[in-house]
T-cell receptor, first 108, second 112 residues
Framework: EDQVTQSPEALRLQEGESSSLNCSYT??????LFWYRQDPGKGPEFLFT???AGEEKEKERLKATLTKKESFLHITAPKPEDSATYLC?????????FGQGTRLTINP | GAGVSQSPRYKVAKRGQDVALRCDPI?????LFWYQQALGQGPEFLTY????????KSGLPSDRFFAERPEGSVSTLKIQRTQQEDSAVYLC??????????FGEGSRLTVL
């Protein structure tokens, strides 16, 4: 069964304190792994797509990496505006299968 | 429009009422998806359209849920005889078939 598990469920950091979020997946034939950001009361907002092990992508303070079994979202020197829920998803046929998300809070 | 538009943003229904949720996708996007998101959880797939054809409805939880996209653009998700467990945010997303989904802000349904 295709499955996505994210950890931790929630993470509190001080402003400037770097950390990583984990996304573990089991899927037959990965077609793409996606990271989204979701603010309260909003729909998910696309961040990155990764297609093959070893691939990395960066955007401002965020960097996503991919191995054969998991993906990491690294957050460097975060700011309070980075507070959000971060969702990981894998593409299965035409649809995305999401994890439960990591709720990130950055304290000033 | 510039993005995916959903209406209503909030809907309160009494148990047993029927509801209809509308999605207006990004112009030119052939693929349209409906997801259900419970509080504190990730989105769960409900159904998928390519143009007007409903190609996958494996995620619809019961036969009370019905979705349509008759002209390949606007879509409606209908829930008949609503139950309390139907309370959730219903997200619509559209895509150009690259895999990346563009989401609307969702319709929050509360069933009393």
């Amino acid at each position: 069964e295709d499955q996505v598990t994210q950890s931790p469920e929630a993470l509190r950091l001080q402003e400037g304190e770097s950390s990583s979020l984990n996304c573990s997946y089991t899927v037959s034939g990965l077609r793409g792994l996606f990271w989204y950001r979701q603010d309260p009361g909003k729909g998910p907002e696309f961040l990155f797509t990764l297609y093959s092990a070893g691939e990395e992508k960066e955007k401002e303070r965020l960097k996503a990496t991919l191995t054969k079994k998991e993906s990491f979202l690294h957050i460097t020197a975060p700011k309070p505006e980075d507070s959000a829920t971060y969702l990981c998803a894998v593409q299965v046929a035409q649809k995305l299968v999401f994890g439960q998300g990591t709720r990130l809070t950055i304290n000033p | 429009g510039a993005g995916v538009s959903q209406s209503p943003r909030y809907k309160v229904a009494k148990r047993g009422q029927d509801v209809a949720l509308r999605c207006d996708p990004i112009s030119g996007h052939v693929s349209l998806f409906w997801y259900q998101q419970a509080l504190g959880q990730g989105p769960e797939f409900l159904t998928y359209f390519q143009n007007e054809a409903q190609l996958d409805k494996s995620g619809l939880p019961s036969d009370r849920f019905f979705a349509e996209r008759p002209e390949g653009s606007v879509s409606t998700l209908k829930i008949q005889r609503t139950q309390q467990e139907d309370s959730a945010v219903y997200l619509c997303a559209s895509s150009t078939n690259t895999g990346e989904l563009f989401f609307g802000e969702g319709s929050r349904l509360t069933v009393l």
